[in-house]
């Protein structure tokens, strides 16, 4: 079985600050995708990354995969209000099993105005 | 541009009683998928389909939980004699299918069931 480890669990800064929240694995993953869920809502996806070393960024917000492809990180400069949210990583298996996503507990982020 | 959809959102029933979930997926993907959510935790795959055929389903789908996608678009989660412990979130997710190597799930807004 394949497990995801996230931390932190909870998360609560000032608006402004800047944070990063990591994800990590002790298998390889095929792809790594990450998730904002509000409270009562589904997950919406941010980004995926698919190679060892990747960094993509969306906005304020910056994602990398490992060289090794067993973990990630989320970077989040200047957070405001609206990033409140529980972000969740997930992973995918290769080959056949492609179709399975493996899910973190999540880092749940409180940004204070 | 329509998304992953599910009826209801809210499902508040008695223990021992049946409920079903409904999720239409977004149009063009042929891959459906069912997963659990419960307080503190992320997501649990239940079960998954490609078009109408049920390929994978996890230890955590009991004998009182079923799961259909008969002509392979929408899809309903049924839970008979419901019990407390299936008080949770049940998500619905879709994708393309395909040979890609990675595959984009997107999903619903949930269904929040609370057994009494």
């Known amino acids: 079985t394949q497990l995801l480890e996230q931390s932190p669990q909870f998360l609560s800064i000032q608006e402004g600050e800047n944070l990063t929240v990591y994800c990590n694995s002790s298998s390889v993953f095929s792809s790594l995708q990450w998730y904002r869920q509000e409270p009562g809502e589904g997950p919406v996806l941010l980004v995926t990354v698919v190679t060892g070393g990747e960094v993509k960024k969306l906005k304020r917000l910056t994602f990398q995969f490992g060289d090794a492809r067993k973990d990630s990180s989320l970077h989040i400069t200047a957070a405001q209000p609206g990033d409140t949210g529980l972000y969740l990583c997930a992973g995918g298996e290769s080959g056949g099993s492609n179709y399975k996503l493996t899910f973190g507990k999540g880092t749940l982020l409180t940004v204070n105005p | 541009d329509t998304g992953v959809s599910q009826n209801p959102r809210h499902k508040i029933t008695k223990r021992g009683q049946n409920v079903t979930f409904r999720c239409d997926p977004i149009?063009?993907?042929?891959?459906l998928y069912w997963y659990r959510q419960t307080l503190g935790q992320g997501p649990e795959f239940l079960t998954y389909?490609?078009?109408?055929?049920?390929?994978?389903k996890s230890r955590l789908l009991s004998d009182r939980f079923s799961a259909e996608r008969p002509k392979g678009s929408f899809s309903t989660l049924e839970i008979q004699r419901t019990e407390q412990g299936d008080s949770a979130m049940y998500l619905c997710?879709?994708?393309?299918?395909?040979?890609?190597?990675?595959?984009?799930?997107?999903f619903g807004p949930g269904t929040r069931l609370t057994v009494l």
């Open positions: 997710a879709s994708s393309l299918g395909g040979t890609l190597i990675y595959n984009e799930q997107f």
């Open positions: 389909f490609q078009n109408e055929a049920q390929l994978e």
């Open positions: 149009s063009e993907h042929n891959r």
